[in-house]
C-alpha cells in the first residue's frame, strides 16, 4: 500500500467514511455499509476468520496494508487489524492507486 493510498485512508477517516476496528468493520459489512476492506499485513487469525470470509461472501474487496502499528498510526489511532471504507469513490480512489502501482512493476 502506497502512502498516497494510506493518505486517502486518513481523509476518509477524518469525513467519516471509513470505519476502523474489527467489530466496526464486521458489523458495517453485516450491513451492506462498505465498499473496501484494508486489513492489516499482519492481521491475526481472528480477522481472517471473523472480516474476511465476511468480506469475500458479501463481495467486498479488500486490500493488504502496512503493520496494525503503522495503520492505526496512519489514521492517528492504537494499532488496528482492519479499516473499512464506507464511501465508494474513496474506495476507488485507493484501489485505483493499487492498480496503477501494480501496473509499474509490470
Request: net charge positive; proline share 2%; aromatic share 0%.
Amino acid at each position: 500500500m502506497t502512502d498516497a493510498q494510506l493518505g486517502l485512508l486518513g481523509l476518509g477517516a477524518r469525513a467519516g467514511t471509513v470505519v476502523a476496528g474489527t467489530g466496526g468493520v464486521r458489523t458495517a459489512l453485516q450491513r451492506d455499509e462498505l465498499a473496501l476492506v484494508v486489513v492489516a499485513g499482519d492481521h491475526g487469525p481472528r480477522t481472517e476468520e471473523k472480516v474476511l470470509r465476511l468480506a469475500r461472501a458479501r463481495g467486498v474487496q479488500a486490500l493488504t496494508g502496512p503493520s496494525a502499528a503503522e495503520l492505526g498510526r496512519r489514521l492517528g489511532r492504537g494499532t488496528l487489524q482492519v479499516v473499512g471504507v464506507r464511501d465508494k469513490h474513496l474506495a476507488a480512489g485507493i484501489l485505483g492507486g493499487a492498480e496503477r502501482k501494480d501496473a509499474r512493476r509490470q
